[in-house]
């Protein structure tokens, strides 16, 4: 690992497919849960930043309402349990 990999994802993404393909067979679940775990990181941060406009605009103040009014459409379509 003496050379710096190429920063441009064009010929990144092949590099890493050819790295992929030369790893041995049992250490694969660990490289699959470390891409689960940077997309799962991705994820939070997206959600992060939707929370935030969310809460500027001021649709998390309304949230209680929103669940009530929710709540009550579901309500009409089902009927109560016995």
Do not use: C, Y
Not at 50 to 69: N, Q, V
Request: proline content about 9%; overall charge negative; glycine content about 2%.
């Amino acid at each position: 690992m003496g050379t710096l990999a190429p920063t441009d994802p064009k010929e990144l993404r092949p590099l890493l497919h050819e790295r992929i393909d030369q790893w041995a067979a049992e250490d694969l679940p660990l490289l699959h849960r470390v891409m689960l775990e940077l997309e799962r990181d991705r994820l939070v941060a997206a959600l992060n930043e939707e929370f935030d406009r969310d809460r500027e605009s001021g649709r998390l103040a309304r949230l209680p309402e929103i669940i009530r009014e929710a709540r009550a459409a579901l309500a009409l379509r089902s009927p109560a349990p016995a």
